[in-house]
C-alpha cells in the first residue's frame, strides 16, 4: 500500500514543479503547461479507449464489436507513445538521462500514417465540415483531436520561443495524431451506429 506521502508531498503548495533532473519552476512555465496538455489528452484518449474496448465485448444482442476493439488496442499504443513526449518535454536536453529516453521518430510517425490510411478506406467521410457528437465514442475521440491540436500549439511555441528544436519529430507526431484521430471518429461514429441484425 502507498503511503499518504509518496502521493501528497506537498512540495509544490508555492506553485512550484520540478523537472526529472530537479530543477524547479513556477508551475504555469511553458513545459508544465505543454506535460499536463499531453496528460489531459492521454487521459481523454483513455476514455475513449474504455469506451471502444466495452464497446468492442458486449453489445445487447452478447456480440461486440472487433472493429472497436481494434481501435482500443491502436488509442494504447498511442498512449504509450505520448508517455515517451512527455518524459522528453520533462527532461532537459542536457541531462545524462535525456539519452536514456525512447525518443518519437520517423517510425512512430509512419505507423500513425499507416493508421489513417488504413481507416480512411473503411471509412466514408463527406466533404462538409464535421459537427462533433454524432455518438458518444466518436464525441469523445473529437475532444481528444481538439487536446491535440492544443498539445501541438503548446509543442510548436516550445521549439519556436524556447529553440527546443529536439521536439520537433514529436510536434510532427502529435501533426499526424490530430488527423488519425478525425479519422477515428469518423470511422468509430460508424461502426457505433451500426444497427442489430
Given at each position: 500500500?502507498?503511503?499518504?506521502?509518496?502521493?501528497?508531498?506537498?512540495?509544490?503548495?508555492?506553485?512550484?514543479?520540478?523537472?526529472?533532473?530537479?530543477?524547479?519552476?513556477?508551475?504555469?512555465?511553458?513545459?508544465?503547461?505543454?506535460?499536463?496538455?499531453?496528460?489531459?489528452?492521454?487521459?481523454?484518449?483513455?476514455?475513449?479507449?474504455?469506451?471502444?474496448?466495452?464497446?468492442?465485448?458486449?453489445?445487447?444482442?452478447?456480440?461486440?464489436?472487433?472493429?472497436?476493439?481494434?481501435?482500443a488496442g491502436l488509442i494504447g499504443g498511442i498512449q504509450q507513445t505520448l508517455l515517451s513526449v512527455g518524459a522528453q518535454v520533462a527532461t532537459p536536453?542536457?541531462?545524462?538521462?535525456?539519452?536514456?529516453?525512447?525518443?518519437?521518430?520517423?517510425?512512430?510517425?509512419?505507423?500513425?500514417?499507416?493508421?489513417?490510411?488504413?481507416?480512411?478506406?473503411?471509412?466514408?467521410?463527406?466533404?462538409?465540415?464535421?459537427?462533433?457528437?454524432?455518438?458518444?465514442?466518436?464525441?469523445?475521440?473529437?475532444?481528444?483531436?481538439?487536446?491535440?491540436?492544443?498539445?501541438?500549439?503548446?509543442?510548436?511555441?516550445?521549439?519556436?520561443?524556447?529553440?527546443?528544436?529536439?521536439?520537433?519529430?514529436?510536434?510532427?507526431?502529435?501533426?499526424?495524431?490530430?488527423?488519425?484521430?478525425?479519422?477515428?471518429?469518423?470511422?468509430?461514429?460508424?461502426?457505433?451506429?451500426?444497427?442489430?441484425?
Amino acid at each position: 500500500m502507498i503511503e499518504f506521502d509518496k502521493v501528497t508531498t506537498r512540495g509544490g503548495d508555492r506553485g512550484e514543479s520540478s523537472l526529472a533532473n530537479g530543477e524547479r519552476r513556477r508551475k504555469d512555465d511553458l513545459l508544465f503547461e505543454l506535460m499536463g496538455t499531453i496528460d489531459e489528452l492521454s487521459s481523454f484518449l483513455g476514455v475513449a479507449r474504455a469506451g471502444c474496448a466495452a464497446a468492442g465485448t458486449a453489445s445487447p444482442r452478447g456480440a461486440g464489436s472487433p472493429e472497436l476493439r481494434e481501435v482500443a488496442g491502436l488509442i494504447g499504443g498511442i498512449q504509450q507513445t505520448l508517455l515517451s513526449v512527455g518524459a522528453q518535454v520533462a527532461t532537459p536536453l542536457g541531462d545524462p538521462n535525456y539519452a536514456r529516453l525512447r525518443l518519437v521518430g520517423a517510425e512512430e510517425i509512419e505507423l500513425l500514417e499507416q493508421a489513417e490510411v488504413r481507416y480512411l478506406s473503411r471509412t466514408q467521410i463527406g466533404e462538409r465540415f464535421v459537427l462533433p457528437g454524432d455518438s458518444p465514442l466518436s464525441a469523445q475521440l473529437d475532444v481528444a483531436r481538439a487536446v491535440c491540436r492544443r498539445a501541438e500549439r503548446c509543442i510548436v511555441t516550445c521549439i519556436r520561443d524556447r529553440s527546443m528544436g529536439e521536439l520537433i519529430p514529436s510536434q510532427q507526431y502529435l501533426n499526424r495524431l490530430s488527423d488519425l484521430l478525425f479519422v477515428l471518429a469518423r470511422f468509430v461514429g460508424a461502426n457505433e451506429a451500426k444497427p442489430l441484425d
